[in-house]
């Protein structure tokens, strides 16, 4: 990833979107985003319709008068390609580029996303218009950066057409070769599946009862290769014609997405940004928020990336869209930029009149400049502003490494496995949660990051290991270091069939354990430990071979069976969990962990609910404390507070739901 950031100080603005709106309102938007600080606005990204209402057909003076007025008042633009909306007249041409769901229904247009990501068609359109925007606008002062489509594969992320089938049976062929090479991969020997020739296979389309699991994960491959193919075809054209411009797209590192593969799209990127939106209904959404921030700097390697999108207030998509409380979106915004984020963007500018998202909160409420929403977001604009030092900085890098995986996550979560319960981020958010309350910094890392000056490496419910994993963590123990396997991890190749000779396959000699039998306990049941620790979901019937019992199954369906195990390996361990903790007992273990590795906390003694964060630069660093209590937190901490200005010496208290950034020079 380069250095190019489009910005000076950290970014601040949101998705801008004109067109909905006539001319004499753009000249009250810049108007209220230079009081607001604005310095960056997403533009297009929805506009092929407009750019293009007839094929061939273009309508630039608009944008063209857009983009000279924003760089007229100092603000940036991040400039998209319009392909997350193909205008009607594309899809009435040829709805052959409409996706098709696993039941066979073809979706109609008429929203947004609508194309299947194979389509022949809809590749060559989307070439075609980012050309002509490049060449275009490519050398417009005021674009700084190029926005690749919109939240690739967000609706359209699996497509089951005909045009998809035969796309995916060309994938085979790369992948296999020999037909006989897929039969082997897909165990198609069970239920008689053999196929005589690539031509034969389909996708997982709609079937009697469970898919081929072998099947179904190389479709989830498959499709989230379609994507990485077209982000990777439209930067290509982008840098064809405007090779000064950095080029990225907005990832959708949150909740529970996962239908692409994101560590397959950095090497694309010049910088990586994310959207975030919280899930209103949960009342620890801020943890949330924070894992998924870490998740997204694993992502960029540890370098600054951007918050794309998140909201100001409600959104519109959730069963009940909860406003924000005062004080919660300066909260969430330096949450990102704690966690490394260079800037804070929205969806969108100005809350819309109509359409789909008029009741999503946006910069600009339907009240207008004369707003408490619109106060908070100026208010943001001059906090963003006192930050601007922040811009390059890193994370300090932690000690403490959690891995996550989107093809395990896939694979851990096909059909017809020993238990519902097991869902792939359970584990991992619960051990990030356990950290977060200590205080204890961790990088969320993909599952190939090099993990040298990591000396404590959590493996969350890796049911698919990728090969050398095991190796690469035993030479963390070696040298010292503390590695932690939770249950049902290292259980099939990466095919989806199980590593044979005892579970789990991949990190049986590393544990020096060996299960014969998974035990997964019933609906809400949970199981006590001889050290009085608790256990939920999962157990299973395991012996150690080469490692010390820590704590056995005292009741459920494993009784007796070691629950954690610790083997020594050079100067360090490599720890077994074969349940899964509850928070107190989670955290109980982290604590032997951490104290084996000798990792303490950022700031010793801050109350639960309060995160501490550092960036660091060349000349100075940044403690950020960001309370989400309603009591004011005292932390042992000193230093100028950019937030309000103020010198702590001696310790600092920060006010209930309140943020500070502390500058301490080094
Ligand atoms: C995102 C999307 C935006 C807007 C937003 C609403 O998924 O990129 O265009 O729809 O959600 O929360």
Sequence with gaps: MSARWPTEGLAFGGDYNPEQWPEEVWQEDVALMREAGV???????????????????????WLDRVLDLLHENGIGVDLATPSAAPPVWLHLKHPEMLPVDANGLRYTQ???????????????????????????????????????????????GRCYCDVSAAAFRDWLRTRYDDVDALNAAWGTAFWGQRYASFDQVLPPRRTTTIPNPGQRLDFERFSSDAFVDHLAAEAAVLREVAAHLPVTTNYMVMGEFHQLDYAATTPLLDL???????????????????????????????????????????????PRNLAKN????????????????????????????????KYHSGMVPHAGRDSALFREVVDLGATLGRLAEVRGSVVER??????????????????????????????????????????VPVDVLPVSASLDGHDVVLVPTLYLAPDGLADRLRTVAERGGQVVVTYFSGIVDEHDRVLLGGYPGAFRDLLGVRGEEFAPLAEGARVALDDGSVGEVWSERATVTDATVVASFADGPSAGFPAVTRRDVGDGAAWYVATRLDPASTTALLRSV?????????????????????????????????????????????????????????????????????????
């Design 326 to 357: 005062p004080g919660q979106l300066l909260r969430n915004s330096l949450q990102h930029v704690a966690r490394g984020a260079d800037g804070a963007l929205f969806f969108q500018w100005r809350q819309s009149r109509a359409g789909a998202e």
């Design 594 to 666: 951490l104290d084996a590795a000798g990792v303490e906390p950022l700031v010793r003694d801050v109350p639960a609910g309060v995160e501490v964060v550092r960036r660091v630069g060349d000349d100075a660093a940044w403690l950020f404390a960001i309370n989400h209590t309603d009591a004011d937190a005292r932390i042992d901490a000193s230093g100028t507070d950019l937030v309000a200005g103020e010198v702590h010496d001696g310790g600092a208290t920060v006010p209930a739901r309140g943020v500070l950034v502390l500058r301490q020079d080094h």
């Design 110 to 156: 008429g929203s947004r996303e609508s194309w299947c990501p194979s389509s022949p068609v809809l590749r060559e359109h989307a070439l075609r218009i980012a050309r002509v925007l490049a060449e275009r606008y490519g050398q417009h002062p005021a674009v700084r950066m190029w926005h690749v489509s919109n939240e690739l594969a967000c609706h359209n």
């Design 272 to 318: 990586v940004a994310n959207d975030h939106y919280l899930w209103a209904a949960d009342p620890d959404g801020w943890a949330e928020l924070a894992f998924s921030a870490d998740r997204v700097r694993g992502l960029a390697g540890g370098e600054p990336w951007l918050v794309m999108e998140h909201s100001t207030s409600a959104v519109n998509w959730q």
């Design 39 to 61: 310095n960056l606005v997403s533009v297009g990204i929805f506009s092929w319709g407009e750019l293009e209402p007839e094929e061939g057909v273009y309508r630039f003076e």
């Design 398 to 439: 932690a000690r403490v490494a959690l891995l996550w995986d989107t093809q395990a996550w896939w694979a851990a979560e096909l059909e017809a496995h020993p238990t519902v319960d097991v869902r792939y981020l359970d584990q991992a958010r619960r051990l990030h949660r356990a950290l977060l309350d200590a205080g």
